[in-house]
């Protein structure tokens, strides 16, 4: 059995083949290299009784041989094993025992800074800031600490190399990878992508189209892509090809279509398929609020591929910021977050679609079921060519990995809040996103809840998928991978294994941290954490790369498409609106009592009197008729209220689910229509009610001005457009407030105000400044087309100056057009304020 020579910066090992031999971070270990890029026990050389071998133990970075990243492969004398990253990493050069001279194998190479594994850095300060170590920069710290616990050797290392960049910057994407697959090109010929089986590149993926894409290689040697019309979009370095465009391939150009992108290398096509193996990377974060407060200041941490990450922290730390910036919601001032070396501001487009997010407040419908819920947000997610058993064999498989095929039958009203948590998740889990972040997962929920919530994390992180949840719980961070501690004003405190943090910070318990966070708010957190050896373990190399600024995505002139076309999203937004209606019983009973309830109070209002004009007193002077004022005045605030009502609260309660389908696609028209369409078809159903009550029992004109004979059609138009109009107004309210509980005051402000302006209860006409004031009050138009058809100057004439009439009340077809078409008009403008108010609720990198 030969023995081989192993040499590692400088030094020598003789391996025997009687064992194999060990390579890490571990004190323990047979070979040590102190490098964060290597793992914990990284990999073994063994001898298999014909040859050497190295064999990778799933770590985080990949081992290589010759640039290419390997599992278990057969080496020998001259061969070189890079750990880590197959460019940069720590070399092992492999060499014949009888062509060198036999060295002494010594020991393992200590860490720097860390010779006693047993022991902690001399720097590491126990007890609290009372033992006197807040008044002491980090790198002067006493060494009479107590002894720290020794780091266990299944801990998954921090991710750093190519994922997460060193000092020299972010190499090239995939720089770390080998590639899934290689296609050979020539002259001439054409490659298909797509999800059928008859295109030449088959991805198996429901984000990309039946036919997607097609590569050509020209005759004059060059390479172009061409989008075919896909759904989901085919992507050039992260920005989107016009639909059916074309583009021209250079050497260095990353071509995305779904979870796969592809280079090529010469006349070769190298595909790499994101299967959860990339890396995620924060780099000196940093956001600046009004008035130049940071309220994140400096973040730089490296997340490990296939990995649970745990975010704490007090209030005020900057979790919702950090978690807001890593996501592209609100992208950081300056640096960077980098998604398999890819800026993800700068290809937010194409890099939204592997990544879930979870927000705190459910994000589905409570009064679906569960299934449904899961089928209307396939058919929103999935390109418009996913078949229906494909969606469905999709769901299936989420709920079977979740556990919650036993629920999908059940409203989601009806779960607990774990189940209903499971739900949130397996609606982002459809698309099956490599990187999933949740915010206050385990908010509200008991410690059986919290503990059933962690290990269904911690289970999507061992099945390849890199999580990482905001929490105030730590009762379950031994769950985790990692730890990131948040310190007050938005800097890092710490991070590392959870298992050494409290020993980092000096204290028994988590509360004696924060509270030592409130009691010491001045003290340089950030700097004690820069200055410790888990700082030079665990975030030092990315802590490197200097701060840049983060520039906004450069205007595209190419819009990233749609999985579905604006009427497919309309329709499916249109239906699951009209399910979760239906399923409400008593908002369906509410919404037909309510006009009824209003209607039938003009009915109180002098009940014989008729709707036509007074004759005229005995000296000739007008006589109102104060009934038919009266009257009108209650139809219309009734129509006002139903109408607000109906809609105050639409958007408020749907803005968490609005903010994250409009993240993956949804067409923002195309939700604000959906609204418009069956509110304002419920809307008009219940002005007619009111009208036709208010109405049809008390004597009205023969003959309208506009529809003739319809009179009773004609003087419910006004009733019913009111109802709209006030509908698009309580929209507006419900897209400008925060809280669902501040629509309530707002609508009571809206009815009053427009009680005031039905020119009802004092004339408004020739009152300088108010009258110009109620042509923007719905209320003003709809009581003068209905007052144009019943001729409410004479009805309810002016009796200070009764030469004076209102021109919006004459009694002609003109008139009554005019009208509603200017409380029509009220209503579009409502619309296009409400798309615009949408806007502030979306991402802020796609507003940009």
């Known amino acids: 059995m030969p023995e081989l020579v192993l040499e590692v910066n400088g030094r020598t090992w003789t391996l025997d083949p009687s064992r194999p031999w060990t390579l890490g971070r571990d004190p323990q270990g047979d070979i040590v290299l102190d490098d964060a890029r290597v793992s914990w026990r990284h990999a073994t050389i063994s001898w298999n009784g014909r040859t050497w071998v190295v064999e990778d133990h799933g770590s985080t970075n990949g081992t290589f041989v010759q640039g290419h990243r390997v599992h278990q492969m057969e080496i ?19 060499r014949d025992a009888a062509a060198v001279p036999r060295q002494a194998q010594g020991a393992a190479p200590a860490h720097q800074g860390w010779a006693d594994p047993q022991q902690p850095p001399a720097h590491q300060p126990q007890g609290g800031p009372e033992h006197g170590w807040q008044q002491q920069p980090p790198q002067q710290q006493p060494a009479h600490q107590q002894p720290a616990q020794q780091p266990p050797v299944h801990e998954v290392p921090q991710q750093q190399g190519p994922g997460a960049g060193g000092a020299a910057g972010a190499p090239p994407a995939h720089g770390d990878r080998s590639p899934t697959s290689f296609h050979q090109f020539a002259l001439g010929r054409v490659m298909r992508i797509g999800r059928a089986l008859e295109n030449e590149l088959v991805v198996s993926d429901l984000q990309v189209s039946r036919n997607h894409a097609e590569f050509h290689a020209t005759p004059d040697g060059r390479f172009e892509i061409r989008d075919l019309g896909s759904h989901n979009g085919t992507y050039l370095n992260g920005m989107p090809i016009a639909k059916g465009g074309r583009a021209l391939l250079g050497p260095t150009d990353i071509i995305g279509v779904g979870h796969s992108t592809f280079r090529l290398v010469g006349d070769r096509l190298e595909e790499f398929v994101d299967t959860g193996e990339v890396s995620f990377s924060a780099r000196h974060l940093t956001v600046t609020v009004d008035g130049g407060k940071q309220i994140l200041k400096d973040v730089s941490f490296g997340v490990p591929e296939k990995s649970l990450i745990a975010v704490i922290g007090p209030s005020g730390s900057g979790k919702s910021t950090l978690l807001k910036a890593l996501t592209g919601y609100r992208p950081a001032d300056r640096g960077d977050v980098l998604y398999d070396n890819r800026n993800l501001y700068k290809q937010f487009a194409e890099l939204r679609q592997r990544i879930g997010l979870v927000p705190q407040d459910d994000i589905l419908h409570k009064e679906l079921t569960v299934r449904k819920a899961l089928r209307y947000a396939a058919k929103l997610r999935f390109p418009a060519d996913t078949s229906e058993q494909e969606r469905e064999q999709r769901i299936g498989e989420v709920l079977r990995e979740l556990k919650l095929d036993l629920h999908k039958n059940k409203k989601i009203t009806s779960l ?4 209903r948590k499971r739900v949130s998740v397996a609606l982002e889990l459809l698309t099956k996103p490599s990187l999933i972040f949740l915010d206050e997962p385990t908010s509200g929920l008991d410690p059986g809840m919290d503990r059933d919530v962690m290990q269904l994390l911690r289970g999507l992180a061992d099945d390849g998928r890199t999580v990482l949840v905001v929490t105030h719980s730590v009762a379950e961070l031994a769950l985790c991978d990692k730890l990131l501690v948040m310190a007050p004003g938005g800097s890092v405190a710490y991070f590392g294994p959870p298992e050494e943090a409290l020993n980092f910070f000096g204290y028994d318990t988590w509360a004696d941290v924060f509270s030592a966070f409130e009691n010491y708010r001045d003290y340089d957190w950030a700097g004690r954490w820069k200055g410790s050896q888990h700082y030079q373990m665990y975030a030092a190399d990315i802590d490197a790369v200097a701060p840049q600024s983060a520039q906004p995505p450069s205007r595209q002139v190419v819009r990233p498409p749609k ?7 309309l329709l499916t937004l249109v239906r699951r609106y009209l399910s979760v209606i239906a399923s409400d019983k ?13 209607g039938a109070v003009s009915l109180l209002i002098n009940a014989d009197q ?21 009257v009108l005045l209650i139809l219309a605030v009734g129509a006002c209220l139903a109408g607000a009502a109906n809609s105050v609260r639409e958007l408020i309660k749907e803005r968490v689910i609005y903010e994250r389908e409009r993240a993956t696609g949804l067409s923002r028209s ?23 009550i208010g109405f049809t029992l008390r004597d009205v004109p023969e003959e309208g001005v506009v529809l003739g004979g319809l009179v009773l059609l004609e003087l419910s138009l006004p009733i019913m457009a009111l109802g709209f109009a006030s509908m698009m107004f309580g929209l507006i309210i419900s897209a400008l407030v925060k809280t669902a509980e501040k629509t309530m005051p707002l609508l009571v402000m809206f009815a009053i105000i427009q009680i005031v302006f039905t020119g009802c209860l004092f004339t408004l006409h020739g009152t300088v400044g108010v009258n110009e004031l109620s042509y923007l009050m719905p209320s003003r138009w709809a009581v003068a087309a209905a007052g144009a058809s019943l001729d409410f100057n004479r009805v309810n004439p002016n009796t200070d100056d009764p030469g004076s009439t209102d021109p919006l009340w004459d009694h002609d077809g003109g008139t009554w057009l005019l009208d509603m078409g200017a409380l029509l008009a009220l209503g579009a403008l409502c619309g296009v304020l409400v798309a615009r108010f949408l806007r502030r609720h979306e991402p802020e990198v796609m507003r940009k």
Not at 416 to 419: A, F, I, K, Y
Not at 563 to 569: L, R
């Open 76 to 94: 020998g004398p001259g061969s070189a094993v890079h750990l880590g990253n197959g460019t940069d990493g720590p070399r092992v050069d492999l």
């Open 416 to 419: 607990s809040g774990g189940q």
């Open 563 to 569: 999985p579905q076309s604006w009427g497919s999203q």
């Open 586 to 598: 008593g908002f369906m009973a509410l919404m037909l009592v309510l006009p009824a309830v209003l």
């Open 610 to 630: 008729d709707l036509l004009p007074n004759p005229p007193a005995a000296d000739g002077r007008p006589v109102p008729n104060g009934t038919a004022a009266t």
């Open 670 to 692: 195309a939700y604000l229509m959906s609204k418009v369409i069956v509110l304002g078809l419920i809307t008009v159903l219940q002005g007619a009610i009111v009208g036709g």
